[in-house]
């Protein structure tokens, strides 16, 4: 089992930045895809960046550019830095591992709230 906790969201006004956090707790196993994925009411929940293992990242077209996402390997947490924050950013962002290996086992977090707002 694996848990994951966000946090750092909260509110911004376009333009400003956010910072989430996510750990990582339970059985990590080596090979494992890690990522940020966000939800508005209505809609499907949408990759935003993704990290694997060996340090290749991904990024939506929407975010790229204006987001970095990176990890730390020692203490298995990942981050989001949000910077030049659009109104269209506002969603529940979710924290995601998967584990390729082991059949595409997949954990979410229990989500945080990012609002973009003037």
């Known amino acids: 089992q694996v848990q994951l906790v966000e946090s750092g969201g909260g509110l911004a006004q376009p333009g400003g930045s956010l910072r989430l956090s996510c750990a990582a707790s339970g059985t990590i196993f080596d090979n494992y895809v890690m990522g940020w994925y966000r939800q508005t009411p209505g809609t499907q929940r949408e990759t935003v960046a993704t990290?694997?293992?060996?340090?290749?990242?991904k990024y939506a077209n929407s975010v790229l550019g204006r987001f970095t996402i990176s990890r730390d390997n020692d203490n298995m947490q990942v981050y989001l830095q949000m910077n030049s924050l659009k109104l269209e950013d506002t969603a529940v962002y979710y924290c995601s591992v998967m584990f390729p290996l082991q059949g595409g086992a997949r954990y979410w977090g229990q989500g945080t709230q990012v609002t973009v707002s003037s």
């Open positions: 990290v694997n293992s060996g340090g290749f990242t």
